[in-house]
């Protein structure tokens, strides 16, 4: 075969084929099928010839032989192709420019009748044509199936006639989309014609029933592309028993259009542009649309709305939704907002391509796209479509035309974008008609481009690719100036224009683009966010698409979030847990006002500081704001975090909370609650170092002094309204360990001492029982778990006798005690003794009592002696072997080291030196280096080891909501403490702490144990 074909001395490169292997198989069947040399040698001539003019000869030539084959090679096909001027040309072409026809003439090959009168051919359609044409097209069928099959035939022939038109150069581009268009329309009308009617049959008539289907976007605006969905809309009006009966005819409609067959479909239909989109109802009620439109209408939906068309059902009704929506959309007085939001959503657009490499290649989103022209155009409409009504069209062109006319553009200009955006729109469907598929992008290949040069409606002189290329940016680059000069320049002024959202905030307006989400990942990793897609789900949450009941994200969400989430993911990528402080962020804006919250955060720098470093450093201390979020407002003032509480101050904010409050159990919730604000201030002011670890430390000892004595002052009363107290009580409160030494940690229980002076006679077991009852009644307000918490943990061991003595020893039995069985370790908890609440003669008789028992003025060898065996025997058996190193409290170097050694020299000289008899640890320490017992530069290191471990501690706590006392060895807790130190990785940290520990451990032994 292949020698008999050679006989004829073919010339392939005439057709400008490619792949000459298969194009000899081709060429060898129609030889085969041929009745005589002759006939095969004039049609294999005519071939050659048409298919150089092919923009993908290959292609063509392919599909040729498809279509001969499904005819069988039909002899008088073939005679026709050598005889019809015109016929194997058109084909040809066709074959050539969409597989997507091809497939449709070689599935009905007989449809070639079509393209054999070229006049007929020519000849525009109007929509009644159309819809007449249609509706005959499912007459001779009974059933619904059979006539949902046959809608879905006449598309198909439908479409090949309009895209033949288009091809062969016999219709404008404005009637290549009025015909789609028009055919969408007829296609949707009888669709809702046979659903209704199959609904009636399966549930009974729909008297009082009325229907209407809205088009929106390009069926809407009678633009429509080859491959686009059809955006649609349901209304009905009728009573409350049409709901049910309204719904289904919607679903009907859809599945009637979008679902496919054997026979293929008739369109993908999309209803989110309805109102709430997804999540709102598939068919509403007039009135619902209604009240919708007047409380709830969003800016883009204005926009959206443009295009809403009636296309099937009651015309009346259709009437009476476009009376509705008409003042909705075109406004006298159009808000800034409007113009913000219609910039943002372009700018996501834009965005969007940018990230995914089509900036440049994307003809509908890209630079100098299709949509630079259409969102110019409908901002120009929204602006002045009230009061030019001219302009209130749905069409693109149609409202240019208009704008012209109104004198909103200059004519020239007018004329250029009109031939640009045909351009861009034939270059469009050019791509699409390929595959039948939404193509936007252009080829990269230089070979595609030049087919799809060859492709277009002109003719190109040397080198289509580049000619096409150079023709695609010249109108591209129109398209943008005009774009820009009316659609971002006119506003630039407005500081929240959003061309000035950083990069950043360019990719969070697009933050539900894959692409962008692989950006903002890269950008979380490199600043340090240890869990970059827990980050990205609170970025989700924050613009309303992440949670369980997920949507798409809402424009205005994404806006504010761009505006605001650089800032806010700087200030958290300073933080010392980022992913900490962004999860904190989102959970208190998603409990409360998030627009206010996000609007506030993206105002004020000090707003931020305060949210990354509190949900950075102290989640635990972040837990009053998520039960009472009102607590922000006093977080975000700064004057209110910098400047520390006094006694005074304290104690009139508590008054004025209490005085609010009459029942006794309600007064105590009040307390907690203040207790829960202030230790809020306390770890604001600490986390963003407003103050040192002294400041922080001497305001909770404040703070727990001032809640004492409120639960002293409230346990009274209540005594004495039950009839269980007369008189003032002679009764003191005294606080040792962390709150007599004005050593408050966050996770510091209160080390409490009662003590009371009875009568003689018989009123002294009454009022011991009064006095017991008082201090129960003082630790059940401490600690009794209330709605708003607890206060306090309460420890009382340091009492006389301990847990086996009186709750309230009296003065007498004090004296006793601690002149005759008192221990060495008692001597050492009473340095820290401080009264803090009760009767202040009682106090001053205790001070007495127990002085010459604390402060020895000739103290022994032998309570030397005791209290360094105690302290042997505490890091001998209180402290773990696998964490006595990194122990904080206990361990080698730690908080124990510096109390020990200062607590022992006050047990040796403060009874002689009355100036020693300092409660703190850290007040003690220059006393000590004034008397010469301890030399400046010892005390210094005992001083910073000590304010070193403090806060350590406190961190602890913070970040993990309970006492913790050794150091964590987990890289992610230690980069965290390191970072809230404002130090720069674990590293530094470890050898600091360590530093610290040497050194403070070096000069306790030497000092304390006597050891070199």
């Not at 298969?22 to 009745?35: C, E, I, N, Q």
């Not at 009230?386 to 693109?396: F, S």
Request: charged share 30%; hydrophobic share 45%; with cysteine.
């Amino acid at each position: 075969m292949d020698a008999a074909l050679e006989s004829f001395g073919l010339d392939l490169s005439a057709g400008c084929l490619r792949n000459t292997a298969s194009a000899r198989r081709a060429l060898a069947t129609l030889l085969d099928s041929a009745p005589d040399p002759l006939f095969f040698e004039r049609l294999a001539t005519r071939l050659l010839e048409s298919l150089g003019e092919c923009a993908d000869p290959d292609m063509a030539l392919g599909n040729l032989h498809r279509w001969l084959a499904q005819l069988g090679h039909s002899l008088a096909v073939q005679r026709m192709l050598i005889e019809d001027q015109f016929l194997l040309r058109h084909l040809l072409l066709l074959f050539a420019s969409s597989q997507y026809f091809a497939d449709i003439l070689c599935r009905d090959p007989a449809y070639y009748e079509l393209l054999a009168d070229p006049a007929r051919l020519a000849q525009r359609r109007s929509p009644e044509e159309i819809a007449d044409a249609v509706a005959r097209s499912v007459v001779p069928f009974r059933t619904y199936e059979g006539r949902l099959d046959a809608l879905r035939r006449a598309k198909r022939r439908e479409i090949l006639r309009i895209g033949a038109r288009d091809l062969l150069g016999l219709a404008t581009f404005t009637e290549v989309v009025e015909e789609l268009s028009a055919f969408a329309d007829a296609a949707v009308a009888q669709a809702y014609r046979m659903a209704r009617e199959e609904i009636e049959r399966r549930f009974g008539p729909l008297d009082g029933l009325e229907f209407a289907v809205i088009a929106m976007g390009k069926q809407g605006g009678r633009e429509l592309n080859y491959s686009s969905d059809i955006d649609l809309i349901f209304v009905y009006r009728g009573n409350e028993s049409h709901v049910a009966s309204a719904a289904r005819i919607g679903e009907h409609l859809i599945e009637a259009l979008a679902r496919p067959t054997a026979e293929g479909y008739l369109f993908r239909v999309d209803m989110r542009l309805r109102p709430e989109g997804q999540a709102g109802p598939l068919v509403r009620s007039l009135d619902a649309y209604r009240d919708y439109y007047e409380h709830h209408v969003e800016h883009w939906e204005r926009q959206a709305l443009l295009k809403a068309r009636f296309v099937a059902g009651d015309e009346a009704l259709g009437r009476d939704f476009h009376a509705l929506i008409e003042p909705r959309v075109y406004r006298l007085d159009v808000p800034p907002s409007l113009i913000e939001e219609l910039r943002l959503n372009k700018l996501r657009v834009e965005k969007r391509c940018e990230i995914a490499g089509e900036r440049f290649t994307n003809v509908k989103d890209g630079w100098g796209g299709i949509r630079d022209i259409e969102f110019t155009v409908q901002l120009l409409q929204l602006l002045f479509g009230a009061r030019v009504p001219e302009v209130r069209t749905g069409n693109t062109l149609e409202a240019l035309d208009a704008l012209e006319r109104a004198g909103l553009l200059p004519a020239d200009e007018c004329q250029r974008i009109r031939e640009a955006y045909e351009f861009l729109r034939v270059v469009e469907h050019r791509l699409q008609i390929v595959d039948e598929r939404a193509v936007r992008c252009l080829p990269l290949a230089s070979e595609a481009v030049g087919r799809l040069a060859r492709r277009m409606p002109r003719a190109w002189h040397h080198d289509p690719s580049a000619e096409f290329t150079a023709e695609y940016r010249r109108r591209a680059g129109t398209v943008r100036a005009f774009h820009q000069r009316l659609f971002f320049d006119p506003f630039e002024r407005d500081a929240a224009a959003p061309s000035r959202l950083t990069a950043l905030g360019e990719l969070l307006l697009t933050l539900d683009s894959e692409e962008a989400r692989a950006r903002i990942r890269q950008y979380l990793v490199a600043r340090g966010f240890l869990a970059p897609e827990r980050a990205l789900s609170d970025l989700d949450r924050l613009a309303g698409i992440g949670g369980p009941h997920a949507t798409a994200a809402r424009l205005e969400d994404l806006a504010l979030l761009a505006r605001v989430g650089p800032r806010l993911l700087e200030t958290a990528a300073t933080a010392p847990d980022p992913d900490a402080a962004l999860s904190f962020v989102v959970e208190v804006a998603l409990k409360g006002d998030r627009e206010g919250l996000l609007t506030t955060l993206g105002e004020s720098g000090f707003a931020r500081e305060v949210m990354c470093r509190l949900g950075g450093t102290a989640p635990a201390a972040t837990q009053p704001i998520r039960r009472e979020p009102a607590l922000l407002d006093m977080l975000f003032e700064p004057e209110v975090i910098a400047i520390p509480a006094d006694d005074r101050s304290l104690r009139e904010r508590l008054a004025a909370r209490l005085a609010r409050q009459e029942e006794p159990e309600a007064r105590l919730n009040s307390l907690r609650r203040f207790k829960r604000r202030e230790m809020l201030r306390i770890a604001a002011a600490d986390v963003l170092a407003a103050v040192d670890v002294e400041g922080v430390v001497q305001q909770l000892t404040l703070l727990a002094e001032v809640c004492l004595g409120a639960a002293v002052d409230l346990s009274v009363a209540a005594l004495r309204a039950q009839g269980d107290l007369e008189g003032e009580p002679e009764f003191a409160v005294f606080g040792l360990g962390g709150v007599g030494g004005f050593e408050m940690l966050y996770a510091s229980d209160l080390d409490l001492l009662f003590v009371c002076d009875l009568p003689e006679g018989e009123a002294r077991e009454r009022c011991y029982r009064s006095y017991s009852r008082l201090a129960e009644r003082i630790q059940d307000a401490l600690t009794r778990l209330l709605p708003d918490g607890d206060l306090y943990s309460v420890d009382l061991r340091l009492r006389p006798e301990g847990q086996g003595g009186a709750l309230v020893p009296s003065l007498e039995a004090c004296r006793r005690y601690y002149a005759d069985r008192a221990q060495t370790w008692e001597r050492q908890a009473l340095l820290k003794a401080r009264f803090l609440a009760g009767d202040t003669l009682v106090a001053r008789e205790f001070c007495d009592i127990i002085r010459p028992f604390a402060f020895p003025e000739d103290p022994s060898p032998e309570m030397a002696a005791e209290v360094r065996a105690m302290k042997h025997r505490i890091e001998r058996e209180r402290t773990d072997r696998a964490t006595r190193m990194r122990d904080l409290k206990l361990g080698p170097g730690g908080i124990s080291d510096v109390e020990f050694l200062v607590q022992g020299l006050q047990l040796l000289h403060a009874g002689r030196h009355p100036v020693l008899r300092e409660t703190s640890t850290l007040a003690a320490l220059p006393v000590l280096v004034s008397m010469g017992l301890l030399p400046e530069e010892e005390a210094g290191v005992l001083r910073e080891g000590y304010r070193f471990q403090m806060r350590l501690r406190n961190l602890l706590y913070l970040r993990f909501g309970r006492p913790i006392s050794v150091l964590p060895e987990g890289d992610e807790d230690q980069r965290a403490l390191a970072r809230a130190l404002e130090m720069e990785n674990a590293g530094e940290l470890l050898e600091a702490f360590y530093a610290h520990r040497e050194r403070v451990r070096a000069i306790f032994e030497r000092r304390f144990y006597g050891e070199e």
